[in-house]
């Protein structure tokens, strides 16, 4: 939180120098990552242009917080060398034509002149339900090469406590109360640039948010990519449920409209022995078994208009987001309540019939 003459703006961002100063004065914090956004990488290899969009530099603690999984290299040394980086399985085919590109080389415009980086370690593709996605990570030891190499008084941004530049990232202790660092991070930023956001005329407040409230519960400015709206998420769940609910109302307005063609065999399984029990669980099977088959159904349209609705959308849904447990778990529960749901009340008023009276052409 930013405050400069009396309006107060929201940042995802932090300082440069902050996150490396609340690491060394707060115990509770086992690591830091600062993470810098440079935009798209052009460059030339082997006489074919290449346009990288999501191009990074980080700390080298940055494989220490987050767990991409590292094909080849060593995760704990790979962006210790100012000239390493680290690049995803699909940008190394992309690039070299493989994805064992360990110790390949390629020269990037970078700072004044240019720059030969080599590949120190290859990831797999990142998920597209994450946080945010990169395709080559450079050390952050190459930007600490330019800033020393810089003239003198150009300023050096990777130690200013000021200017908002990297998203920074810090692992907390197991068991770790949040809040609690909250407060020791107000009490060091307080200590160590207090005087300097005093006569600047400003005033800062660091807050932690966890990783996995960024997505949905983050709208901050500056952030590292779109982010989804919860609120959204909570109305469009709604109307679901509601659509749900007609649906089931639908079925049983007609399931009763047709009760009367179904009463003489309510009537004839009755004579023959048939017990109530039996013939509730018979028609809570059938809208069970209805309901299934509108499953099926459906999950066939999503797959057949998903390609049309990630077009008109922007966005990138595939249709593996659903071959996992848990989501085929939603949909099992949603599909045998909205089958009970629909089933229960013909179900009771069919297996209430008379069978004399549904014999003799009377319903009741």
């Not at 902050?18 to 810098?36: M, T």
């Not at 800033?147 to 990297?166: C, H, T």
Request: proline content about 4%.
């Amino acid at each position: 939180h930013s405050k400069i003459g009396g309006e107060t703006r929201v940042f995802a961002r932090a300082p440069s120098a902050v996150p490396v100063c609340l690491a060394s004065a707060i115990p509770e914090i086992e690591a830091q990552a600062r993470l810098f956004q440079l935009g798209v990488l052009r460059f030339t290899h082997e006489g074919k242009a290449f346009e990288i969009q999501d191009f990074f530099a980080a700390d080298t603690d940055f494989y220490s917080i987050f767990s991409f999984g590292f094909l080849s290299g060593d995760p704990e040394t790979a962006l210790l060398n100012p000239e390493s980086i680290v690049i995803t399985e699909e940008t190394a085919i992309k690039i070299f034509g493989t994805g064992d590109a360990l110790g390949s080389t390629i020269s990037i415009p970078f700072g004044d002149g240019s720059q030969e980086l080599r590949v120190a370690g290859v990831v797999e593709n990142i998920p597209r339900n994450s946080h945010f996605r990169f395709d080559v990570i450079l050390s952050i030891n190459a930007l600490v090469q330019q800033v020393n190499n810089q003239p003198a008084g150009r300023g050096n941004f990777l130690q200013d406590p000021i200017y908002f530049n990297p998203f920074s990232y810090i692992l907390l202790a197991e068991n770790t109360d949040p809040a609690a660092v909250e407060t020791k991070i107000a009490a060091a930023v307080e200590q160590k640039w207090g005087t300097l956001y005093k006569n600047e005329g400003i005033s800062r407040k660091y807050a932690l948010q966890s990783l996995t409230d960024i997505h949905l519960k983050s709208n901050f400015e500056a952030e590292i990519a779109n982010q989804g709206n919860l609120q959204y998420v909570y109305i469009f769940s709604v109307v679901a449920v509601l659509v749900l609910f007609i649906a089931c109302f639908n079925f049983i307005n007609l399931s009763t409209a047709r009760s009367a063609k179904r009463a003489k065999e309510v009537g004839l399984r009755k004579m023959f022995g048939s017990l109530r029990p039996q013939l509730i669980r018979q028609f809570l099977n059938e809208s069970v078994l209805l309901s299934l088959m509108g499953m099926a159904l459906g999950i066939l349209l999503v797959i057949l208009t998903l390609p049309a609705f990630n077009q008109l959308s922007g966005k990138a849904f595939s249709a593996n987001d659903l071959a996992n447990a848990p989501s085929l778990a939603v949909l099992l529960l949603i599909m045998c309540l909205t089958g009970l749901i629909a089933g229960s009340f013909p179900a009771f008023v069919l297996s209430s019939f008379s069978p004399v009276a549904t014999i003799r052409g009377r319903l009741g």
